[in-house]
């Protein structure tokens, strides 16, 4: 299959992108490299684009043609997103709208869009699952629930099949150590923990230690980012597969959580380094515990974890800081 990969230079696209190319698809990947890198575009072609750039967008695609497209290039810094509202409204949700614009005049039938747990916001019930309301509390989140919405109309009046994936905390690296996380910031949990094992930060900050959990920090569902990865060739294979009709949505996680102090002391163990922890304020906009009911996900596509185990997520992502 031909299919071109929007942000696929990035963190999450080049694992999806490598995986594709091991499985013999024909990938252009479509990446401004503001955060990502050529080095991790291991399969396919690489064009230098901008998703905000029309022109180039549609000929890049209409001479390429693509059987199905996959959306990864977008704005992700949550704090960011509340400082630049509009930063985050013109990359993810009217620049989409060009794409979407390419997609629907080359007649693409198949779409696969990166959406984020971020649309839930605070929610009540956990695990979260997929008829959860929106109701999301910053800019980033809401510019991804915009475009679920978008979608979820253009499909109904065209031809057009979409899933949207819902990420949870995303981590890890790739198993064989060629690809990671390699943003110049970043805000994340276990990346950040790393990195002050490694010396980069002289401690890490606990933000908020009152939580109503077992230990008072917070519990997220960290999934590696490989599972993730096959998350969307499954999410692709169902489209085709299947008669899906208009978009559907889904959420990527294990389904179980892990605290910050947890994340620590795995960390702790795996690096073999004793690193400095502070206890630190509450970090505004941050949920107690955020799981994932991924039951669409298996059910649907056939997924399955691979990798769900903490201490392996952190074990490749130190791999990676490591060497880089
Ligand atoms: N966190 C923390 N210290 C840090 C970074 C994150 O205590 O240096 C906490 C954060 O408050 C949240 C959890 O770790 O409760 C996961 O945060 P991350 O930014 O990795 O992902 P999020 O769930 O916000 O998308």
Known sequence: MKIFVTGGAGYIGSHVVKLLG??????????????????A????????????????LKETIKSFLPDAVIHFAASIQVEESTRLPLLYYQNNVSNTINLLNAVMENNIPYFIYSSTAAVYGIPEIIPIDESTPLSPINPYGTSKAM?????????????LKCVSLRYFNVAGADPSGQLGQAYKETTHLITRV???????????????????????????????VTDLA???????????????????????????????REVIKMARKVTNIDFKVEESARRSGDAPVIIANSQRLKDLTGWKAKYDDLEYIIKTAWEWEKKN
């Open 22 to 39: 091991q499985e013999g698809h024909d990938i252009l990947v479509y990446d401004n490299l503001s955060t990502g890198h050529e080095w």
């Open 41 to 56: 575009v291991l399969s396919g072609k690489l064009v230098k684009g901008d998703i905000s750039d029309l022109d180039k």
């Open 147 to 159: 475009v679920e919405n978008i979608l979820d109309d253009l499909t109904r009046v065209s031809k």
């Open 194 to 224: 790393l990195k002050t094992a490694k010396g980069e930060f002289s401690k890490i900050s606990i933000y908020g230690n009152d939580y109503d959990t077992p230990d008072g920090t917070c519990i997220r569902d960290y999934i590696h």
């Open 230 to 260: 096959w998350a969307h060739i499954c999410a692709l294979f169902y489209l085709i597969d299947k008669t899906v009709k208009n978009s559907i949505v889904m959420n990527c996680g294990y389904g179980r959580g892990f605290s910050v």
